[in-house]
């Protein structure tokens, strides 16, 4: 069989039955259309040509041509799932990638702000919303619920209005695999999140739409508004590190340690699967450091 049309149905099977979010397919395909032009440039054009070998020869391409170990192992991860997928199916007679091995992808800690770069962050929104200009009312939603509840980008903007229940100050959410949980905001997101509903939506909107959040054009708020809103906020403040939406939400988790939230607590908010994966993803502050060594050294 063709890698091509391989490629696209394990696509479909992505989406359809594992419950892929749109940007995981997109980057799985894409992975894997690289290794199919590779497997053709060495002459391989079916799925039973695929052998280790050449997904091994793929891999040390990309790491001669400077792939992080992070890209690396994405790379493997989709070879191993795309090869599994076929013989499971009975497309081809076993799994070639069943021993494929990668680096281990180098962990790096998101951008997290201050409590009080965050207090000047959302003063200075208010501010502008306060003029009653509809898309600064909505940005000052967006930041506080992003804030308050550490949602990811995609599972924000996926936000319909029935997924808000501004009594119980919750949120639903479908995340990762479709998987659903239901998130905790703060009152602060709920006073900018009424203000918004009140004020700025239906100025927005174009035609009827569910999504919570409206667009300059009229229809759903894309990922892409979210990541330049948060950027623009977040050049100006001290500080190194990546500068998008999930700078917020590991801030949120951090703060929320901080303030000693327990940590599968945090867990279940931020949707990780793994207890480990919380444990990395929420670092130690410095500030809880000195603050745990203040109270427990007796020469502090």
């Known amino acids: 069989m063709d890698i091509t049309a391989s490629?696209?149905?394990?696509?479909v099977y992505l989406s359809a039955q594992r419950g892929f979010s749109v940007h995981t397919v997109r980057a799985y395909v894409a992975d894997l259309r690289d290794l199919c032009r590779f497997a053709n440039d060495v002459d391989v054009h079916t799925v039973d040509e695929l052998s280790l070998d050449v997904l091994r020869d793929w891999l040390w391409r990309g790491s001669q041509s400077g792939l992080a170990k992070a890209s690396l192992a994405r790379r493997s991860a989709a070879a191993r799932s795309f090869t599994a997928w076929l013989a499971r199916t009975g497309v081809v007679p076993g799994d070639v990638a069943s021993r494929l091995r990668s680096p281990r992808a180098d962990r790096t800690l998101p951008r997290v702000i201050t409590?009080?770069?965050?207090?000047?962050?959302?003063?200075?929104l208010a501010k502008r919303a306060d003029q009653?200009?509809?898309?600064?009312?909505?940005d000052l939603a967006i930041i506080e619920l992003l804030y308050a509840s550490a949602l990811r980008v995609s599972e924000l903007t996926g936000l319909d209005l029935d997924d808000l229940d501004l009594d119980r100050l919750t949120v639903r959410v479908l995340g990762k695999g479709s998987k659903e949980r239901i998130v905790p905001f703060g009152v602060p997101a709920q006073s900018a999140i009424v203000d918004y509903l009140r004020t700025a939506r239906s100025a927005l909107l174009s035609g009827s739409s569910p999504?919570?959040?409206i667009g300059a054009r009229g229809g759903r708020l894309g990922t892409r508004a979210v990541y330049q809103l948060v950027a623009g906020l977040l050049v100006d403040l001290?500080?190194?590190?990546?500068?998008?939406?999930?700078?917020l939400r590991h801030t949120a988790a951090t703060h929320l340690l901080d303030g000693g939230a327990d940590l599968r607590a945090v867990q279940e908010m931020l949707g990780h699967a793994s207890l480990g994966t919380t444990q990395i993803y929420t670092h130690v502050s410095t500030e809880r450091i000195k603050e745990s060594y203040r109270l427990?050294?007796?020469?502090a």
């Open 7 to 11: 490629i696209d149905d394990f696509a």
């Open 115 to 124: 409590r009080g770069q965050m207090d000047e962050l959302l003063r200075g």
């Open 132 to 138: 009653a200009d509809a898309i600064a009312v909505r």
């Open 211 to 213: 999504a919570l959040f």
């Open 238 to 247: 001290p500080g190194s590190g990546p500068a998008g939406p999930h700078a």
């Open 296 to 299: 427990a050294h007796p020469r």
